[in-house]
Nanobody
Framework: VQLQASGGGLVQAGGSLKLSCVPSERRLSINTMAWYRQAPGKQRELVAG???????NYADSVKGRFTISRDNAKNTVYLQMNNLKPEDTAVYYCNVRAYDGIFLDTYWGQGTQVTVSS
């Protein structure tokens, strides 16, 4: 299973981007979906997550600016990023946890670069 992430790019501070991520296997029984990011020299961190029931959680640094959503019919997760700041610059990775029988597997996307200029 591969996760295809898209939507990254270069934007000025205050601008917006929308990331999307879709798995190659459409018949996955997906549990949680999330976005992580990793800036140069820093550890990968959770940006936002969304459960199968639609409950969401966010890193404090993005609350009020980013919105995670999912389309269960398309098995797609989105991250709407508004009022971007230079410190949001990072490679963004989508993460999906899906059931394979009774086991919960974790899948990662290839990453999409987001660069915010000041």
């Amino acid at each position: 299973v591969q996760l295809q992430a898209s939507g990254g790019g270069l934007v000025q501070a205050g601008g917006s981007l929308k990331l999307s991520c879709v798995p190659s296997e459409r018949r996955l029984s997906i549990n949680t979906m999330a976005w992580y990011r990793q800036a140069p020299g820093k550890q990968r961190e959770l940006v936002a997550g969304i459960s199968s029931g639609g409950s969401t959680n966010y890193a404090d640094s993005v609350k009020g600016r980013f919105t995670i959503s999912r389309d269960n019919a398309k098995n797609t997760v989105y991250l709407q990023m508004n009022n971007l700041k230079p410190e949001d610059t990072a490679v963004y990775y989508c993460n999906v946890r899906a059931y394979d029988g009774i086991f919960l597997d974790t899948y990662w996307g290839q990453g999409t670069q987001v660069t915010v200029s000041s």
